[in-house]
Protein backbone atom coordinates (compact mmCIF):
# COMPACT_ATOMS: atom_id res chain seq x y z
CA UNK A 1 0.00 0.00 0.00
CA UNK A 2 2.80 2.04 1.09
CA UNK A 3 4.96 1.47 -2.28
CA UNK A 4 1.82 2.53 -4.37
CA UNK A 5 1.23 5.47 -2.81
CA UNK A 6 5.16 6.46 -3.41
CA UNK A 7 4.77 5.49 -6.70
CA UNK A 8 2.02 7.32 -7.71
CA UNK A 9 3.38 10.08 -6.06
CA UNK A 10 6.35 10.15 -7.89
CA UNK A 11 4.41 9.54 -11.19
CA UNK A 12 2.38 13.11 -10.21
CA UNK A 13 5.94 14.97 -9.08
CA UNK A 14 7.18 14.12 -12.43
CA UNK A 15 4.07 14.95 -14.38
CA UNK A 16 3.99 18.28 -12.68
CA UNK A 17 7.36 18.86 -13.73
CA UNK A 18 7.22 17.76 -16.91
CA UNK A 19 4.01 20.84 -17.11
CA UNK A 20 6.12 23.29 -15.73
CA UNK A 21 8.77 22.60 -18.13
CA UNK A 22 7.05 23.02 -21.23
CA UNK A 23 6.28 26.51 -19.78
CA UNK A 24 2.43 25.86 -19.40
CA UNK A 25 2.42 27.21 -15.56
CA UNK A 26 4.48 30.36 -16.25
CA UNK A 27 1.51 32.30 -15.47
CA UNK A 28 0.35 31.03 -12.81
CA UNK A 29 3.65 29.64 -10.65
CA UNK A 30 5.71 33.24 -11.32
CA UNK A 31 8.82 30.53 -12.28
CA UNK A 32 9.45 30.76 -15.68
CA UNK A 33 10.95 27.86 -17.11
CA UNK A 34 12.91 29.03 -19.56
CA UNK A 35 14.63 31.21 -17.01
CA UNK A 36 18.02 31.32 -19.00
CA UNK A 37 17.26 32.37 -22.92
CA UNK A 38 16.41 36.21 -21.76
CA UNK A 39 14.38 37.23 -24.89
CA UNK A 40 13.45 40.29 -23.09
CA UNK A 41 16.87 41.63 -22.53
CA UNK A 42 17.54 41.27 -26.37
CA UNK A 43 14.90 43.18 -27.43
CA UNK A 44 16.27 45.78 -25.46
CA UNK A 45 19.41 45.71 -26.90
CA UNK A 46 19.63 48.81 -29.22
CA UNK A 47 20.62 48.09 -32.33
CA UNK A 48 23.23 44.83 -32.06
CA UNK A 49 23.53 44.99 -35.66
CA UNK A 50 25.72 48.09 -35.51
CA UNK A 51 28.22 46.64 -33.07
CA UNK A 52 31.69 46.19 -35.08
CA UNK A 53 34.28 43.81 -33.01
CA UNK A 54 37.69 45.67 -33.55
CA UNK A 55 40.98 43.63 -34.10
CA UNK A 56 43.99 42.71 -31.37
CA UNK A 57 46.09 45.97 -32.23
CA UNK A 58 43.08 48.59 -33.03
CA UNK A 59 41.14 47.37 -29.78
CA UNK A 60 44.01 48.17 -28.29
CA UNK A 61 45.02 51.37 -28.99
CA UNK A 62 40.76 52.29 -28.79
CA UNK A 63 41.09 51.33 -25.12
CA UNK A 64 44.20 52.90 -24.50
CA UNK A 65 43.34 56.13 -25.89
CA UNK A 66 39.94 56.41 -24.20
CA UNK A 67 41.48 55.34 -20.73
CA UNK A 68 42.77 58.03 -18.22
CA UNK A 69 46.22 57.15 -16.35
CA UNK A 70 45.78 56.02 -12.98
CA UNK A 71 41.96 56.77 -13.29
CA UNK A 72 38.94 54.99 -14.86
CA UNK A 73 37.26 58.48 -15.97
CA UNK A 74 34.10 59.90 -15.49
CA UNK A 75 30.51 58.77 -16.23
CA UNK A 76 28.76 61.24 -18.92
CA UNK A 77 25.44 60.73 -20.07
CA UNK A 78 22.95 62.73 -22.22
CA UNK A 79 19.38 62.66 -22.71
CA UNK A 80 16.47 61.17 -22.14
CA UNK A 81 15.84 60.53 -26.37
CA UNK A 82 13.05 58.78 -28.31
CA UNK A 83 14.76 55.77 -30.36
CA UNK A 84 14.83 58.09 -33.62
CA UNK A 85 16.46 60.97 -31.72
CA UNK A 86 19.30 58.42 -30.02
CA UNK A 87 20.17 57.50 -33.39
CA UNK A 88 19.99 61.05 -35.01
CA UNK A 89 21.93 62.12 -31.54
CA UNK A 90 24.57 59.14 -31.83
CA UNK A 91 25.44 60.32 -35.58
CA UNK A 92 26.10 63.50 -34.84
CA UNK A 93 28.44 62.55 -31.99
CA UNK A 94 30.50 60.18 -33.87
CA UNK A 95 30.68 62.94 -36.58
CA UNK A 96 32.59 64.55 -33.69
CA UNK A 97 35.10 62.14 -32.95
CA UNK A 98 33.02 60.35 -29.94
CA UNK A 99 33.24 56.54 -30.48
CA UNK A 100 32.65 55.14 -27.04
CA UNK A 101 29.31 56.45 -26.48
CA UNK A 102 26.65 53.79 -26.31
CA UNK A 103 22.91 53.55 -24.95
CA UNK A 104 20.96 52.66 -21.76
CA UNK A 105 17.44 52.28 -21.29
CA UNK A 106 16.32 55.07 -19.01
CA UNK A 107 14.47 53.55 -16.20
CA UNK A 108 12.22 56.60 -15.31
CA UNK A 109 10.63 56.31 -18.48
CA UNK A 110 10.04 53.70 -20.71
CA UNK A 111 10.73 53.75 -24.64
CA UNK A 112 13.68 56.59 -23.73
CA UNK A 113 17.16 56.13 -23.50
CA UNK A 114 20.09 57.86 -22.66
CA UNK A 115 23.39 58.46 -24.80
CA UNK A 116 26.58 57.30 -21.84
CA UNK A 117 29.98 57.21 -21.57
CA UNK A 118 31.09 55.41 -19.03
CA UNK A 119 34.71 56.55 -18.77
CA UNK A 120 35.60 59.58 -20.15
CA UNK A 121 38.92 61.26 -19.39
CA UNK A 122 39.98 65.00 -19.28
CA UNK A 123 39.96 65.71 -23.32
CA UNK A 124 36.74 63.41 -23.78
CA UNK A 125 35.04 65.47 -20.94
CA UNK A 126 35.75 68.52 -22.43
CA UNK A 127 35.23 67.32 -26.19
CA UNK A 128 31.45 66.59 -24.56
CA UNK A 129 30.44 69.98 -22.70
CA UNK A 130 30.43 72.81 -25.69
CA UNK A 131 32.19 75.74 -24.44
CA UNK A 132 30.28 79.44 -25.42
CA UNK A 133 29.78 79.89 -28.57
CA UNK A 134 30.04 76.76 -29.41
CA UNK A 135 27.48 74.81 -31.51
CA UNK A 136 24.83 73.28 -29.51
CA UNK A 137 24.49 69.61 -28.32
CA UNK A 138 21.87 67.62 -30.69
CA UNK A 139 18.47 68.05 -29.58
CA UNK A 140 19.98 70.82 -27.26
CA UNK A 141 20.80 67.97 -24.55
CA UNK A 142 24.15 68.09 -23.56
CA UNK A 143 26.64 65.42 -21.73
CA UNK A 144 26.00 65.56 -17.32
CA UNK A 145 27.57 63.54 -15.04
CA UNK A 146 25.62 59.95 -14.72
CA UNK A 147 22.64 59.87 -12.39
CA UNK A 148 24.15 56.53 -10.91
Known amino acids: MKLRALALLLVLANLGFYIWSQGWLDGITGVRATGDREPERSARQFQPQVLRVLPGAQGAAAMAGNAMPGAAGRCLEAGPF???????????????????????????????????????????????????????????????????
Open 82 to 148: TPAEANAALAQWRERGVQTANFVPREQAEGMLMLRVDSADAALAAQLTPAAGEAAAPFGKAFAPCAK
